[in-house]
């Protein structure tokens, strides 16, 4: 069988955009070189001394780990050494990082991304993920700003995530259908192995924190109870599962067909994940493979964005079941959790 790599399908893809000229394509492979160096190090993560905290606390408030710390580098020193992006917005950095080099002068888009998301499970040998979004800078010239980065989900160019996993995949979106590339370790290259990627209408799988179950909003209680009931027809009880990596979760229940939640809670009223660069990409990809992503009411890439950092709550997965959610959602809206 012919194998074909990230390089060659992206380039194979451009002619999708006949007015580009080749940025994005270069801007996706870059993503592609950080992905690979990441992956590397999380794969030896047991055996250095890449493990463990810094110490320090990141704009959310958390333990900062090394690898998150590495990852975001990585990821930083590659797309600006791409010379495509004139700013980065990330998950561990508190301002934006605008970019003013020689080589970015042109630059026309901003990424935002998560570097290494589901930190909690670096230590613990479990999968975690990176998440990016691409957007085409608003502002004309120069370094990137804040509002380049304060557009509706419903305007980004390109996203997608990469799972470091059993086996390390790159999944991208340019609006044209989703693409999955497995990383094939003996030659370094990732290779078209899900083209197409489409997400069943309705699956059996539910994805939430349960620990949190307390303090759910009352619609997503009675979702949980609704998913554990016998019912043939609709082949339930649904079966429960939560790595606690987005990236990881989100990813199988696109391939199996599923619905992920992470709801408001009392701790997190505006839920815990953010717009920007994790539901975002996340709403563009699953949209993209046939599913829905959604705040629980509405559209998660409708959702106006004033806050670099901004949380908001997701329901996302196969269609169905999303819609079957937000029923319950507007069903039980008025009873306090
Ligand atoms: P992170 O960006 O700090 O890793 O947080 C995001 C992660 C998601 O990957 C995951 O789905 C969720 O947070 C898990 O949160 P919890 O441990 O509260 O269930
Ligand atoms: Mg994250």
Redesign the pocket.
């Known amino acids: 069988m012919k194998v074909k790599t990230l390089g060659q399908f992206i380039i194979e893809k451009q002619t999708d955009f006949p007015f580009a000229k080749g940025e994005l394509s270069r801007l996706l492979r870059d993503i592609g070189i950080a992905a690979k160096i990441v992956n590397r190090e999380v794969n030896k993560a047991g055996l250095v001394e890449i493990l463990g905290e810094t110490g320090e606390t990141?704009i959310?408030g958390?333990r900062v780990k090394k690898l998150?710390v590495f990852a975001n580098d990585q990821f930083i020193a590659a797309l600006k050494a791409g010379g495509e992006v004139c700013a980065i917005a990330s998950?561990e950095n508190d301002e934006i990082i605008p970019i003013d080099s020689e080589i970015s002068k042109n630059a026309k888009y901003v990424v935002a991304m998560?570097p290494?998301?589901?930190?909690?499970?670096i230590d613990v040998n479990v999968s975690?993920?990176t998440i990016f979004s691409i957007y085409r800078r608003t502002t004309l010239s120069g370094p990137g700003t804040i509002e380049d980065f304060m557009q509706r989900g419903t305007e980004q160019v390109a996203a997608g995530y990469i799972i470091y996993g059993s086996s390390c995949m790159l999944v991208y979106t340019t609006g044209k259908g989703v693409y999955g590339f497995t990383l094939d370790p003996s030659i370094g290259e990732f290779c078209l192995s899900h083209p197409l990627m489409q997400t069943k209408t309705a699956g059996n799988v539910y994805?939430?924190?349960e620990?949190?179950y307390l303090h759910f909003p009352e619609g997503v209680k009675k979702y949980i109870k609704y998913c554990q009931e016998e019912d043939k027809a609709t082949n339930r009880p649904y079966s429960s599962r939560?790595?606690?990596?987005?990236?990881?979760?989100?990813h199988r229940n696109l391939i199996v067909g599923g619905v992920?939640i992470?709801p408001t809670t009392t701790k997190?009223p505006n839920g815990?994940?953010?717009l920007l660069y994790?539901c975002n990409p996340l709403a563009f990809i699953i949209e993209q493979a046939g599913g829905k992503a959604t705040t629980g009411y509405k559209r998660i890439m409708e959702v106006p964005i004033t806050e670099l950092h901004q949380r908001t709550p997701l329901f996302l997965g196969s269609s169905d079941m999303v819609d079957k959610v937000m029923e319950f959602m507007t069903k039980y809206a008025e009873v306090k959790a």
């Not at 290494?116 to 499970?121: A, F, R």
């Not at 939560?242 to 989100?250: E, K, L, P, W």
């Open positions: 990141n959310q958390e998150d998950e998560d290494l998301d589901g930190s909690s499970n975690v993920g994805s939430v924190n620990g949190n939560y790595i606690g990596s987005g990236v990881a979760d989100i992920y992470y997190s815990k994940l953010r994790e």
